[in-house]
């Protein structure tokens, strides 16, 4: 069964978009997949292709599992509760686990994987196996097993996001789930998205390499494991949940809040600049530079979500086959062709109301050393264009001038004024900018060139 899709894209947009997915879902030997875009917070187009084995159903309506994209709802939780002053990224899980295995390691480091902790923990693979409880999952994981020393290289760790599920619960006074539900589901309207399949859902299947015959895979309640791969959900509500990454919501995480979490904090060498990891949320190159979001899989299922901020588009994918074509190749496949199709429009200029009292005077050609940046109001902000591309952004928080991106980003712009008000020059830690190459009556760090 191949419904037609749903779109707010052209009828060719979305005939594309849908031979990329039936590519997917034949290449790929997927017994079902589903995808969809949203564009600028809204759905742009769905599509599916295969039967999703729930006959008479809508396709968008029906749940697979997730997997690791549970992640980033458990990450969600740890940054709120980080926001809200409850704990600090740098303290240990110790502060509020006790001693436990493990629970030595920063809460950044359990989120960016770089803790140094076992991939998986001790016993059978948990992923197939019906849940235990914390208190039985700490106790066969003593903290003896670890792959490396803390901070030292980046290794994905399931057992880390079992410590933060359950650090986030003790917190917050209920459990992981029940806080997921309220903190997260309920704001964003994901309704049908569940700790266990309800209502219509697919059978997670094996497909035979060779005979090309299927098997049902296991559905099991991952008990304290849930954290890192229990949930269930449709592709609509996934879209949902791809909308609120790409520009937040006031009751979950802002839209500054979720870019700190998509800041890179760990690496593997040998991914090159392949993959990075930020707070709870895979990165990976594309788009206007980088996608950012999760992968997943659980036995007899495949996801991905995944945003490109800049270009306010987001991807999500659901197949329910253990192994197949990459989700996150779909999705990124899926952003290439919309982009191709349908590029982003720019958020339209707007003349700027009033330069701040804290720039008076400064927008202008200013020079470092003999090198000339144009600086120009941009709304509230200024921004520094060098060759007409830009090079650093600043805006006025509290009083201050602070960088917002490129180099100078965090650090503090001084306006130095002469006692008539006119400015002499401009001082960012010690970057000297001058009206006039090397201006002689300028404080020139190391002096002027020729003297």
Not at 45 to 74: C, E, N
Not at 273 to 283: C, S
Not at 356 to 369: D, K, M, N, R
Not at 408 to 437: K, N
Request: aromatic share 8%; glycine share 12%; charged share 20%.
């Amino acid at each position: 069964m191949t419904p037609t899709p749903r779109a707010s894209v052209s009828d060719h947009t979305s005939r594309r978009l849908l031979a990329r997915l039936a590519h997917a879902q034949s290449s790929g030997r997927l017994p079902s997949v589903v995808a969809g875009l949203v564009r600028d917070g809204e759905p742009a187009w769905f599509g599916s292709y295969g039967s999703t084995g729930v006959p008479a159903h809508d396709p968008l309506d029906v749940q697979y599992r997730i997997g690791s994209i549970t992640k980033t709802m458990t990450a969600v939780l740890v940054l709120q509760l980080v926001r809200d002053g409850r704990i600090g990224l740098d303290d240990p899980a110790s502060t509020v686990l006790g001693d436990v295995g493990y629970a030595d390691r920063t809460l950044r480091g359990l989120l960016a994987h770089d803790a140094g902790l076992q991939s998986e923990p001790a016993g059978s693979w948990w992923e197939r196996s019906v849940g235990v409880s914390f208190e039985e999952l700490v106790a066969a994981n003593d903290g003896s097993a670890a792959a490396f020393p803390a901070h030292q290289e980046f290794h994905y760790s399931n057992l880390g996001y079992a410590l933060l599920g359950e650090l986030a619960a003790r917190l917050l006074g209920t459990t992981w789930w029940e806080a997921v539900r309220t903190r997260i589901l309920d704001p964003l309207g994901m309704d049908r998205t569940s700790y266990l399949p309800e209502g219509a859902a697919a059978q997670g299947q094996s497909v035979h390499p060779y005979d090309g015959t299927l098997l049902d895979e296991p559905s099991t309640d991952n008990g304290a494991m849930a954290p890192a791969g229990q949930v269930w959900a449709t592709i609509a509500d996934l879209a949902t949940y791809a909308a609120f990454l790409g520009q937040g919501h006031p009751d979950v995480l802002s839209a500054g809040e979720l870019a700190q979490a998509f800041g890179p904090q760990s690496g593997n060498p040998h991914d090159g600049v392949t993959y990075a990891h930020g707070l709870g949320f895979q990165l990976f190159p594309g788009g206007s530079g980088t996608l950012a979001g999760h992968s997943g899989s659980m036995p007899g299922f495949l996801a991905a979500c995944l945003v490109d901020r800049k270009r306010r588009v987001g991807g999500v994918v659901l197949a329910n086959a253990t192994t197949g074509y990459s989700p996150v190749q779909l999705a990124t496949e899926l952003l290439d062709e919309l982009h191709r199709c349908e590029p982003t429009i720019d958020r339209p200029w707007v003349p700027t109301a009033h330069v701040p009292a804290e720039l008076a005077g400064v927008p202008g050609v200013w020079h470092w050393g003999n090198t000339p940046f144009v600086f120009a109001m941009d709304g509230s902000e200024l921004v520094a264009r060098r060759n007409g591309a830009e090079a650093y952004r600043f805006a006025v928080v509290d009083g201050r001038v602070v960088g917002r991106s490129g180099y100078h980003a965090g650090e503090e712009l001084r306006v130095v004024r002469r006692d008539d008000g006119s400015i002499s020059h401009l001082d960012i830690a010690t970057f000297v900018y001058t009206r006039t190459p090397y201006d002689p009556d300028a404080p020139i760090p190391g002096g002027h060139p020729g003297r």
